[in-house]
């Protein structure tokens, strides 16, 4: 799939995740109605999970970038406070076709990571942990900043970015649906096929929350890795920062499950030893992203 295809499919990809959290969420707001207020009532809690539901996909779209910067605790930063990191960035932009170089956020952490997040390249982010400028070389830092901008230039920040807004209001629905006792009616008018659909999806939705950042996740790792090496012409440059990344043991302090998948490496520093855990791993093993690169 060449660079276009990818932008195409991300955009199709986007709607179709935006309009399928909008049914989801409406459909799960019908059947908790039933269960918790009896039948009858799904029709209005439904009508509310529309709107709340639309909301957070509005949200989502225009200001998830604002919430991911916040729950990070980035600080954005001028050109004068870092001019190294803004001279690479507006070199490799130019080599990327990118107009608006992307503003700078930095993290205080010594952790070794990063992220691009926004809307498309007009409205980009990249934020850069301090550890990754204090303890990577100008050619490794290049080349992690060479994958953020293709997550940018690939419009991969769009759709891994709504996902976390559209992932938290999933959890949020499920967890009312569990703490909540049923009430009004009982069980046999409710229906307990109802009850027992209800209670399934609300135990499932965190699971298949899960599935659907991997699913957005992973495959672009290995893009954004091909396409920023292309860009740098330096994979062994990447392929040296990862190694420094798998070897910090330090985890970031201020990453959260629902924003672990925006960054370049896995912000925990677990699972990556451990076979069942990868499974469920936002990120594909570093070993395997190094020894591609490597072979290129």
Not at 215 to 235: H, I, Q
């Amino acid at each position: 799939m060449n660079i276009y295809e990818q932008i195409s499919s991300n955009k199709r990809k986007t709607f179709v995740i935006m309009l399928g959290f909008i049914i989801f969420i409406s459909s799960l707001g019908y059947i908790f109605g039933e269960v918790w207020l009896g039948q009858g009532a799904g029709i209005s809690i439904m009508v509310f999970a529309l709107i709340f539901s639309s909301f957070a996909a509005f949200f989502s779209y225009f200001f998830s970038d604002k919430a991911v910067l916040a729950l990070a605790h980035a600080k954005k930063v001028n050109r004068e406070a870092s001019p190294m990191v803004y001279g690479i960035l507006e070199n490799l932009c130019i080599g990327a076709g990118i107009k608006k170089v992307p503003d700078l956020y930095l993290l205080d952490d010594t952790a070794i990571n990063a992220f691009a997040t926004g809307r498309d390249p007009d409205h980009a982010v990249v934020a850069v942990t301090t550890g990754a400028i204090d303890r990577l070389t100008k050619r490794e830092l290049e080349a992690v900043l060479a994958h953020e901008l293709s997550h940018i230039r690939n419009y991969d920040i769009r759709l891994m970015t709504i996902v976390v807004v559209l992932v938290g209001s999933v959890s949020i629905m499920a967890n009312i649906m569990l703490r909540s006792r049923i009430s009004g009616g009982d069980k046999k008018s409710v229906g307990g096929w109802i009850v027992l659909i209800g209670f399934l999806l609300a135990l499932l939705s965190p699971i298949i929350a899960q599935l659907i950042k991997l699913a957005v996740s992973r495959s672009r790792e290995y893009l954004a890795d091909a396409s920023g090496a292309l860009l740098t012409r330096d994979p062994q440059g990447l392929a040296s920062a990862l190694e420094k990344i798998a070897a910090d043991t330090e985890p970031l302090e201020v990453a959260n499950e629902a924003t672990a998948h925006l960054y370049i490496s896995n912000p925990f520093k677990k699972g990556n030893k451990v076979m069942f855990a990868n499974l469920f791993s936002t990120h594909p093993s570093v070993e395997e992203r190094i020894r591609r690169l490597r072979s290129m």
